[in-house]
């Protein structure tokens, strides 16, 4: 299938079949998405609270983070729901984070890796000094699962069938990335970096996602990890940001509501008959979809799960 229709084809989805109406009964499902003080993961978190799961939500800022937690309660009945602070773009805020979460939980159910980052000025890099966009979107949440895998792990082991999703947030962007996903030349400050610019590496960085799933998915799906990415759809929320004037003018005409917006993400973690996508790559609302086939390679996955095990040794 050509980039040019793929791009069409998630851009104007049809109507979505599935809604957050079908989203099953989440009692005793322990949940945690990262950036849910606003925009998909927010609505994320209002959806599983409403059905009775117990919700984490990471905020890389304590205030935006507890006036989401104070709107969650606000808009629900009692909801079991806890924040996180997680800076995705400092590894031992990543750390801590997922210390904290270790220290109230056994279990994880469900991790929705979806903060993320688009196009901020190329000068911005994270803590440790590599591009902010990988960072954010594929370092610090490849760190994020590894320390939280032992939980997952351990539940899929206590429940007869048990199955703990990673549902990680994509983008179609990742089908005008570079040949092959990445250059990692590119990922930290120098002269091929700087031949790149921030929307060149926000593909680059949402098909490093693509690649992490799917060597997660290669790696764990048979001790019953089923890890998913996506493109949630083109929908109106902060991650616009940066886009501004006129393109942001145009740009607003073709994006769709949160309320569609966070279906796919949805569906991935919870929709009983996405326990058997593993691996598989999600489009709008809630379709199984294809990836960029380089991005699916088992080389491209090995180089990336190696880089990132360097990345985040010894931190
Ligand atoms: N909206 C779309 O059209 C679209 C399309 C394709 C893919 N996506 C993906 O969907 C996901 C959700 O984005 P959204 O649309 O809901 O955007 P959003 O409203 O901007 O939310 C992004 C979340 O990521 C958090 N974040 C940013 N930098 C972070 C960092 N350094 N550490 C921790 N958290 C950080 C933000 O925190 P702050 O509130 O503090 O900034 C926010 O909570 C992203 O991965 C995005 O790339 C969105």
Same mark, same amino acid.
């Given at each position: 299938m050509g980039t040019v229709f793929s791009l069409y084809q998630q851009s104007f989805p049809p109507k979505p079949r599935w809604l957050v109406k079908d989203i099953p009964d989440q009692t005793g499902k322990v949940v945690l998405?990262?950036?849910?003080?606003?925009?998909?993961?927010?609505?994320?978190?209002?959806?599983?609270?409403?059905?009775?799961a117990k919700v984490y939500i990471t905020s890389r800022d304590e205030q935006r983070g507890s006036d989401a937690i104070d709107e969650l309660k606000r808009t629900s009945n009692n909801a079991e729901v806890f924040l996180i602070q997680c800076?995705?773009?400092?590894?031992?805020?990543?750390?801590?984070?997922?210390?904290?979460?270790?220290?109230?939980?056994?279990?994880?159910?469900?991790?929705?890796?979806?903060?993320?980052?688009?196009?901020?000025?190329?000068?911005?890099?994270?803590?440790?000094?590599?591009?902010?966009?990988?960072?954010?979107?594929?370092?610090?949440?490849?760190?994020?699962?590894?320390?939280?895998?032992p939980a997952m792990l351990a539940t899929v082991s206590n429940e007869t069938g048990g199955k703990a999703r990673v549902v990680n947030t994509s983008s179609s962007a990742m089908l005008l990335a570079p040949s092959g996903g990445i250059n990692y030349d590119t990922l930290v400050d120098g002269p091929a970096r700087r031949k790149f610019d921030n929307v060149?590496?926000?593909?680059?960085?949402?098909?490093?996602?693509?690649i992490f799933s799917t060597e997660l998915a290669r790696r764990y799906g048979d001790r019953g990890i089923v890890s998913i990415s996506l493109n949630p759809g083109n929908i109106r929320?902060?991650?616009?940001?940066? !886009?501004?004037?006129?393109?942001?003018?145009? @740009? %607003?005409?073709?994006?769709?509501? +949160?309320?569609?917006?966070? =279906?796919?993400?949805?569906?991935?973690?919870?929709?009983?008959?996405?326990?058997?996508?593993?691996?598989?790559?999600?489009?709008?609302?809630?379709? !199984?979809?294809?990836?960029?086939?380089?991005? @699916? %390679?088992?080389?491209?996955?090995? +180089?990336?799960?190696?880089? =990132?095990?360097?990345q985040t040794q010894g931190v």
């Open positions: 998405i990262t950036g849910g003080n606003t925009g998909l993961g927010l609505e994320t978190a209002k959806a599983l609270i409403a059905k009775n800076d995705l773009s400092d590894l031992r805020s990543v750390k801590a984070a997922a210390e904290n979460f270790l220290s109230k939980e056994t279990q994880l159910h469900i991790l929705f890796n979806n903060a993320g980052i688009m196009f901020p000025p190329m000068s911005e890099l994270t803590k440790q000094g590599q591009d902010l966009q990988f960072g954010v979107n594929v370092i610090g949440h490849y760190y994020l699962t590894k320390l939280l895998l060149k590496l926000y593909q680059q960085a949402k098909a490093g996602t693509v929320t902060g991650i616009q940001r940066y !886009v501004v004037g006129l393109q942001a003018k145009i @740009l %607003d005409f073709v994006l769709y509501d +949160k309320a569609v917006g966070v =279906l796919t993400q949805l569906f991935a973690g919870t929709a009983p008959e996405a326990e058997d996508l593993n691996g598989k790559y999600l489009i709008p609302f809630a379709r !199984v979809g294809s990836a960029r086939k380089d991005l @699916l %390679d088992a080389s491209a996955g090995v +180089k990336l799960w190696d880089w =990132l095990e360097a």
